[in-house]
């Protein structure tokens, strides 16, 4: 097939997923491209991924005289405030099961649990937050063994030696995603949140916006995903 070929074919894709997704995201076609929303894909797992988030947005605010309309997160706000509250915790279970580490490396480990909700706040510190898990179902036991959990992940992934920090991160980062794009789960909650971002798209006036989310939300490529139903709502992605 020839390049006018290939564009002709792409064209009538974004044309069938706009036809198929617009009833579901009914009132969001006229959102149009007014305002740049920057997807800023991240693994939630991460150990040094505050570290790496910060790049990002400070890359962010330094190509932009003004802050963003707001930035969305993938958290419920009651459920992000539990985990983030238990970061000390999670510091001392950490330094428990694994001595001899440096104060920083310690710091970025518990800085590590939910560190892509509130990072923005150090870059962004007055801006809205719209929270895009909200009212999302989740037990309180889980919430309350969020740290053993994520111990239980970073102990599995290491070998049982914390001691390198971005050795682990590199390792956490290297495996594939295996997210199931085709369950009702996956729909369902790609579908709220592209919803809540052209709603608050339509109520807010600003020229850019940022939306941090796990990476396969964040990707144009991955079928129903967060970018892809905002694309085809005409909303102006940009992969950050």
Same mark, same amino acid.
């Given at each position: 097939?020839?390049?006018?070929?290939?564009?002709?074919?792409?064209?009538?894709?974004?044309?069938?997923?706009?036809?198929?997704?617009?009833?579901?995201?009914?009132?969001?076609?006229?959102?149009?491209?007014?305002?740049?929303?920057?997807?800023?894909?991240?693994?939630?797992?991460?150990?040094?991924?505050?570290?790496?988030?910060?790049?990002?947005?400070?890359?962010?605010? /330094? %190509? &932009?005289?003004?802050? +963003?309309?707001?930035?969305?997160?993938?958290? !419920?706000?009651?459920?992000?405030? *539990?985990?983030? #509250?238990?970061?000390?915790?999670?510091?001392?279970?950490?330094?428990?099961?694994?001595?001899?580490?440096?104060?920083?490396?310690?710091?970025?480990?518990?800085?590590?649990?939910?560190?892509?909700?509130? /990072? %923005? &706040?150090?870059?962004? +510190?007055?801006?809205?937050?719209?929270?895009? !898990?909200?009212?999302?179902?989740? *037990?309180?036991? #889980?919430?309350?063994?969020?740290?053993?959990?994520?111990?239980?992940?970073?102990?599995?992934?290491?070998?049982?030696?914390?001691?390198?920090?971005?050795?682990?991160?590199?390792?956490?980062?290297?495996?594939?995603?295996?997210?199931?794009?085709?369950?009702?789960?996956?729909?369902?909650?790609?579908?709220?949140?592209?919803?809540?971002?052209? #709603?608050?798209?339509?109520?807010?006036?600003?020229?850019?916006?940022?939306?941090?989310?796990?990476?396969?939300?964040?990707?144009?490529?991955?079928?129903?995903?967060?970018?892809?139903?905002?694309?085809?709502?005409?909303?102006?992605?940009?992969?950050?």
């Amino acid at each position: 097939m020839n390049d006018n070929g290939q564009r002709l074919g792409h064209l009538h894709s974004l044309q069938e997923l706009s036809l198929a997704i617009l009833p579901c995201l009914d009132g969001f076609s006229s959102v149009g491209r007014t305002m740049v929303v920057f997807m800023v894909g991240v693994n939630h797992l991460d150990p040094l991924g505050r570290t790496d988030l910060l790049a990002r947005l400070r890359a962010l605010a /330094s %190509h &932009h005289s003004n802050p +963003p309309a707001f930035v969305a997160v993938e958290y !419920d706000q009651h459920h992000f405030r *539990s985990i983030a #509250d238990q970061r000390d915790r999670f510091r001392s279970l950490i330094e428990t099961n694994c001595g001899g580490l440096t104060t920083a490396e310690l710091d970025a480990y518990a800085n590590s649990l939910a560190y892509d909700g509130d /990072s %923005h &706040h150090d870059i962004f +510190p007055d801006v809205p937050v719209l929270w895009l !898990d909200e009212d999302r179902r989740c *037990s309180n036991s #889980d919430l309350a063994e969020y740290p053993e959990l994520r111990l239980a992940i970073y102990l599995g992934r290491s070998g049982n030696d914390l001691r390198y920090v971005e050795k682990l991160s590199c390792a956490i980062k290297a495996v594939p995603t295996q997210t199931n794009t085709s369950t009702p789960f996956w729909k369902e909650r790609n579908e709220t949140f592209a919803r809540r971002i052209c #709603d608050r798209i339509r109520e807010i006036n600003g020229s850019w916006a940022i939306a941090i989310t796990g990476k396969e939300h964040a990707c144009n490529t991955v079928s129903g995903s967060m970018c892809q139903l905002l694309e085809a709502a005409g909303v102006n992605c940009v992969k950050n």
